[in-house]
């Protein structure tokens, strides 16, 4: 099992910064990938922006050249530094972390944290 702890969200106005932090804990794999998705009212869940413990990173097309995700693989923890904040950024962002074991995927998630940006 792999427990998420996710901290940073809050309240900004638009074209203002956060920084989300996420921690993985209990039995990670030293092969794994973790990001940030997230689900507005309404709307699906979707992906934010991920990185492997290789680092390859990925954005959504949405983020690109707004956000910044990083990780620490001494501490299990990634980073989303999301800047130029914009109204439509507003959703519960969600931390996931999913090892592969032999084909399967396992996915693990954190709890929410909610941004809210006000224009």
């Known amino acids: 099992q792999v427990q998420l702890v996710e901290s940073g969200g809050g309240s900004v106005q638009a074209g203002g910064s956060l920084r989300l932090s996420c921690a993985a804990s209990?039995?990670?794999?030293?092969?794994?990938?973790m990001g940030w998705y997230r689900q507005a009212p309404g709307k699906q869940r979707e992906l934010v922006a991920s990185?492997?413990?290789?680092?390859?990173?990925t954005y959504a097309d949405s983020v690109k050249g707004r956000f910044a995700i990083s990780r620490d693989n001494a501490k299990n923890t990634v980073y989303l530094q999301m800047n130029n904040l914009k109204s439509e950024d507003t959703a519960v962002y969600y931390c996931?972390?999913?090892?592969?074991?032999?084909?399967?995927?396992?996915?693990?998630w954190g709890q929410g944290t909610q941004v809210t940006v006000s224009s």
């Open positions: 990185i492997t413990s290789g680092g390859t990173q």
């Open positions: 996931n972390y999913y090892h592969i074991v032999s084909g399967p995927r396992y996915d693990y």
């Open positions: 209990g039995t990670v794999f030293s092969v794994n990938a």
